[in-house]
């Protein structure tokens, strides 16, 4: 069955990145011009994806507003003969791609706010898309979601991003266990077991979930007989976790790069990465990182 729905859950608080996020959506900040969560909706709609699944929360208003119409500024850029500009902002959505935001009440967790979009979703395979990490498939001809997809829809096993992280660092995410050693970049192989930040020494491998995933419809049973784990929260690896018992679950090596946007360097880094190739000002801002070294 072909994926076409995503789940983005932005209702987090972005504490990891204050005091920029008092009252500002931390998936609203910009990399260049563009705010953190257009990228990651535009990777989800590059891989085919045509409804995407917001899971916000009330504070959080001016993402659905980003990707709604707004038609006092469309109106006053026509007005002004601002063709390009206006054509910018049209081009946010493309016109076959809904957004639809349901809200999580409540900060359960991950897995809780995956669990709020079951009815909009349905009896579909999906995606889940976090927002804080930016996929850099600049290099690559296609997208790893886009990869991700491709493979679930040729054996319906669910997809999960991993790529290697430094072990001090394993007790920050979900880490995955293979039965032998791990896939290469590009390719996916059976998961035997996952864990939500595990302390290093309890850690079955470095190969850490990245927030990507392709998930069968089944998974939301799990989710909602899941208990709070890792911190207290209802966690996503959890159910993940006892999919694994039932189903195939396969670990997919990513070919692209990541960047952490939900922390300040990580953030850094996406802009420079960014800034560097954007047609507009990339080579203005390479003259100008030059005064800087
Ligand atoms: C979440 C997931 C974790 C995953 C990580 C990737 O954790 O629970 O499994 O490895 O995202 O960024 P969080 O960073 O929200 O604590």
Same mark, same amino acid.
């Given at each position: 069955?072909?994926?076409?729905?995503?789940?983005?859950?932005?209702? =987090? $608080? &972005?504490?990891?990145? #204050?005091? !920029?996020?008092?009252? *500002?959506?931390? %998936?609203?900040?910009? /990399?260049?011009?563009?705010?953190?969560?257009?990228?990651?909706?535009?990777?989800?709609?590059?891989?085919?994806?045509?409804?995407?699944?917001?899971?916000?929360?009330?504070?959080?208003?001016?993402?659905?507003?980003?990707?709604?119409?707004?038609?006092?500024?469309?109106?006053?850029?026509?007005?002004?003969?601002?063709?390009?500009?206006?054509?910018?902002?049209?081009?946010?959505?493309?016109?076959?791609?809904?957004?639809?935001?349901?809200?999580?009440?409540?900060?359960? =967790? $991950? &897995?809780?706010?995956? #669990?709020? !979009?079951?009815?909009? *979703?349905?009896? %579909?395979?999906?995606? /889940?898309?976090?927002?804080?990490?930016?996929?850099?498939?600049?290099?690559?001809?296609?997208?790893?979601?886009?990869?991700?997809?491709?493979?679930?829809?040729?054996?319906?096993?669910?997809?999960?991003?991993?790529?290697?992280?430094?072990?001090?660092?394993?007790?920050?995410?979900?880490?995955?266990?293979?039965?032998?050693?791990?896939?290469?970049?590009?390719?996916?192989?059976?998961?035997?077991?996952?864990?939500?930040?595990?302390?290093?020494?309890?850690?079955?491998?470095? $190969?850490?979930?990245?927030?990507?995933?392709?998930?069968?419809?089944?998974?939301?049973?799990?989710?909602?007989?899941?208990?709070?784990?890792?911190?207290?929260?209802?966690?996503?690896?959890?159910?993940?976790?006892?999919?694994?018992?039932?189903?195939?679950?396969?670990?997919?090596?990513?070919?692209?790069?990541?960047?952490?946007?939900?922390?300040?360097?990580?953030?850094?880094?996406?802009?420079?990465?960014?800034?560097?190739?954007?047609?507009?000002?990339?080579?203005?801002?390479?003259?100008?990182?030059?005064?800087?070294?």
């Amino acid at each position: 069955m072909q994926v076409k729905k995503a789940v983005l859950p932005v209702a =987090g $608080l &972005g504490t990891r990145f #204050l005091p !920029a996020t008092k009252s *500002i959506a931390k %998936e609203m900040i910009t /990399v260049v011009d563009k705010p953190v969560i257009q990228y990651v909706v535009e990777e989800a709609v590059a891989a085919g994806v045509r409804e995407i699944v917001l899971v916000t929360h009330s504070a959080k208003r001016s993402i659905e507003d980003h990707f709604d119409v707004n038609y006092e500024l469309e109106a006053e850029l026509e007005r002004r003969g601002k063709v390009k500009l206006l054509e910018t902002l049209k081009s946010i959505i493309p016109a076959d791609v809904c957004v639809v935001a349901v809200r999580q009440g409540k900060a359960l =967790g $991950l &897995g809780h706010a995956v #669990l709020c !979009a079951r009815d909009v *979703i349905g009896d %579909e395979p999906f995606a /889940v898309l976090l927002p804080d990490v930016l996929i850099d498939n600049e290099e690559q001809k296609n997208n790893d979601l886009a990869n991700m997809i491709q493979r679930y829809e040729e054996n319906n096993h669910a997809q999960i991003m991993v790529a290697p992280v430094p072990n001090e660092l394993v007790n920050q995410y979900g880490v995955v266990a293979l039965k032998a050693e791990a896939p290469k970049a590009g390719e996916s192989k059976a998961m035997t077991a996952v864990v939500e930040k595990p302390p290093v020494e309890k850690a079955p491998s470095n $190969l850490a979930i990245v927030g990507r995933y392709i998930l069968p419809p089944e998974i939301f049973s799990m989710l909602a007989e899941t208990k709070p784990g890792a911190g207290d929260e209802i966690q996503l690896t959890d159910a993940i976790a006892t999919l694994i018992d039932q189903q195939a679950v396969d670990a997919y090596s990513m070919t692209g790069k990541t960047y952490d946007c939900g922390s300040k360097l990580g953030y850094l880094q996406a802009t420079l990465a960014y800034a560097l190739r954007h047609p507009e000002v990339g080579s203005g801002f390479a003259d100008l990182i030059k005064q800087y070294q």
